[in-house]
Each structure stands twice: as structure tokens, then as C-alpha cells.
């Protein structure tokens, strides 16, 4: 079991399963709603998420659609403003960072690495993709 939740703890989750992917992505938009160089992202099924605390709080901000559908999303706690996990069908998007746990899972490559920052070097040897792969 993987425990999670934002800065304020209002909102809280848990992951009973394994993770299927975890890597950093590089776009301009993640690097604008985490503040950082890249977004980190781990992901689950949704079988395996469950929300333990403060789904009310939880808002979602949708950016226009840039070339194709959909619009980016920023989901986060209406408390505290943290990013929280973003279920998407059968599949959630997990800010790592809003891990409390280790979940036994080390980051596997990085994504938009064509958008990347110009001040940032990636030196972890992991792979590297320009965009989004299939």
C-alpha cells in the first residue's frame, strides 16, 4: 500500500497496486504548473486508487486546447493548491511528489524532452523522448 496527499493533508489518497509508469515530462505546461524543470508523474490503474479524504476539495483548471484535444489539466486542492492525482478512465496520473510512501517504482525516462527548459541539463542517462511516446 502507497499512501499520498497534498501540503495541507485535506486531500488524501492510497494505492494498493503496483505502478505502471513513472517518468518526467518536460512540456511547457508541466513545467509551469510544477514551478520546476519537469513535472514528475507516477501512474496506476484506477482499480488499484482510492481516494481516502477530501475529493470536495479537489479543483481542476483546464488550459485551452494548443493543436489537438484535450486541454491540459492542473488538478489540485482547493486548500492548499497542491497538485493531487488526475484519474483519467482507467488510468491516474500521480504527482509524485504527493507520495508519503516509497512506491518501489524508480523514474523510467522523460517525455517533451523537444520542449525541455534551456537552462536544464538531463545527465541521469535514462530515455529520452521528444514527445510523447505511443
Not at 510544477?34 to 488550459?63: H, N, P, Q, V
Not at 486542492?77 to 510512501?101: M, Q
Request: hydrophobic share 35%; aromatic share 12%; charged share 20%.
Amino acid at each position: 500500500m502507497t499512501r499520498g496527499s497534498c501540503l495541507c493533508g485535506g486531500v488524501r489518497f492510497e494505492v494498493s497496486g503496483p505502478f505502471t509508469l513513472f517518468g518526467f515530462d518536460h512540456c511547457s505546461r508541466c513545467r509551469k504548473a510544477s514551478g520546476s524543470a519537469f513535472a514528475t508523474e507516477i501512474l496506476c490503474k484506477t482499480a488499484d486508487f482510492r481516494w481516502m479524504a477530501g475529493e470536495s476539495l479537489i479543483r481542476t483548471y483546464e488550459a485551452p486546447v494548443r493543436d489537438t484535444p484535450p486541454g491540459y489539466r492542473r488538478i489540485f486542492c482547493s486548500g492548499c493548491g497542491s497538485p493531487v492525482p488526475f484519474v483519467d478512465g482507467d488510468t491516474v496520473n500521480i504527482p509524485a511528489g504527493s507520495l508519503d510512501d516509497d512506491p518501489s517504482i524508480r523514474p523510467q525516462g522523460h517525455i517533451f524532452v523537444a520542449y525541455k527548459a534551456p537552462w536544464f541539463e538531463i545527465t541521469d542517462g535514462l530515455p529520452q523522448f521528444p514527445r510523447k511516446p505511443e
